[in-house]
């Protein structure tokens, strides 16, 4: 078991930057890989990146390549999510999870057992 607490999010205007963070607790962290994804609402929950449990591969889903940088500190049990240019389409909910599956990266929501509860971001235009 792994719970997962998410901070960071906020109001930024478009341009702007914000890092998230995803704070682990329980089993060791390294077990796991880990991934964010974002919900908006009227909108299912969309994959954004994902790191395996080392750190040395992640997974950008095309829309944040080259935006969005996500790595983990596995010595502080935590995943960042490091947010620039951000737009006002990137507004939603942004969520951690954890798999039990460390490699490779995973894209798919169904693939993690783990959520936190989510933290607002708001893009203003």
């Known amino acids: 078991q792994v719970q997962l607490v998410e901070s960071g999010g906020g109001l930024v205007q478009a341009g702007g930057s914000l890092r998230l963070s995803c704070a682990a607790s329980?089993?060791?962290?390294?077990?796991?890989?880990m991934g964010w994804f974002r919900q908006a609402p009227g909108k299912e929950r969309e994959f954004q990146a994902a790191i395996s449990g080392s750190g040395g591969s992640t997974y950008y889903t095309d829309s944040v390549k080259g935006r969005f940088t996500i790595s983990r500190d596995n010595a502080k049990n935590t995943v960042y999510l490091q947010m620039n240019s951000l737009k006002p389409e990137d507004t939603a909910v942004y969520y951690c999870a954890a798999t039990e599956r460390t490699y490779p990266p995973r894209t798919n929501a169904y693939a993690y057992e783990y959520w936190g509860q989510g933290t607002q971001v708001t893009v203003s235009s």
């Open positions: 329980g089993r060791t962290f390294s077990s796991y890989g």
